[in-house]
C-alpha cells in the first residue's frame, strides 16, 4: 500500500460547481498535513494546511480526519483558474506527496 | 524576489555527461530539500539538509548522485553520468522546521539525449 494515495482523476467539472477530493494516508503517526497545486510543468504551491479542526480560506475547505486517515479539500463555486492537480502532503519522519488529482474546471 | 530559486531552469545533457543544479533556499529557512518528479508523479523525495548537514537520503538517491550545502545556504546537486533515466524536473524546496510548510523553486527540468 501506497503511504499517501489520491484518486489521480482526471475530474472534469463545471464552472461553479463544488468540487471534493479525498487523500489517505498510511501512517498514523503522521503529523503535518498540506494541500499544494501544480499547474502544468510549474513547480507545486502551497494552497492551505489542514488541521483536525478544519479551515477554510475562501472557497476552499480543508479537513483531516485522523480515525480514518485522510485529508480533504472542498472546492466551491469552483473557477476556471482552478484547474490545475492538487498534490495532498503528509509528513511523518519525512514528507510524502501523493500522486496528484488533475481537476479541469469546464466552462 | 525572496522565494526559493533555482539554476539552470532547463538542461540538456548527453549520456555520461555531468551535470549540476544550484538551489538558493528562502534565506531564514535551515532546512533544504530537493525532490525529483516525472511526468504524472507526485515530486519524490531525494535528500534534504539542515544548515549544511545532510541528514537523509533516500534510496533514489544512487551513486551517481551528489548533494551538498557547504555554508548552509545554498545547495547543488551533481548528477554524473547521466542516463536517460534521469530526465525529469529537480525541485528544490526549504522551510523553517521539519513539521513546516515547504516552499518550491521553479525546478530545473534535465533532458538526457
Known amino acids: 500500500r501506497k503511504e499517501v494515495e489520491q484518486d489521480p482523476g482526471p475530474f472534469n467539472v463545471p464552472e461553479g460547481a463544488t468540487v471534493a477530493f479525498n487523500c489517505t494516508y498510511s501512517n498514523s503517526a503522521s503529523q503535518s498535513f498540506f494541500w499544494y497545486r501544480q499547474d502544468c510543468r510549474k513547480e507545486p504551491k502551497l494552497l492551505m494546511s489542514v488541521y483536525s479542526s478544519g479551515n477554510e480560506d475562501g472557497r476552499f475547505t480543508a479537513q483531516l480526519n485522523r480515525a480514518s486517515q485522510y485529508i480533504s479539500l472542498l472546492i466551491r463555486d469552483s473557477k476556471l483558474s482552478d484547474s490545475a492537480t492538487y498534490l495532498c502532503v503528509v509528513i511523518n519522519e519525512k514528507l510524502t506527496f501523493g500522486t496528484g488529482t488533475r481537476l479541469t474546471i469546464i466552462p | 524576489d525572496t522565494g526559493v530559486s533555482q539554476d539552470p531552469r532547463h538542461k540538456i545533457t548527453k549520456r555520461g555527461q555531468n551535470v549540476t543544479f544550484r538551489c538558493d533556499p528562502i534565506s531564514e529557512h535551515n532546512r533544504l530539500y530537493w525532490y525529483r518528479q516525472t511526468l504524472g508523479q507526485g515530486p519524490e523525495f531525494l535528500t534534504y539538509?539542515?544548515?549544511?548537514?545532510?541528514?537523509?537520503k533516500s534510496r533514489l538517491l544512487s551513486d551517481r548522485f551528489s548533494a551538498e550545502r557547504p555554508k548552509g545556504s545554498f545547495s547543488t546537486l551533481e548528477i554524473q553520468r547521466t542516463e536517460q533515466g534521469d530526465s525529469a524536473m529537480y525541485l528544490c524546496?526549504?522551510?523553517?522546521?521539519?513539521?513546516?510548510?515547504?516552499?518550491f523553486g521553479p525546478g530545473t527540468r534535465l533532458t538526457v539525449t
Open positions: 539538509f539542515q544548515n549544511e548537514a545532510q541528514l537523509e
Open positions: 524546496a526549504s522551510s523553517l522546521d521539519r513539521l513546516g510548510e515547504q516552499y
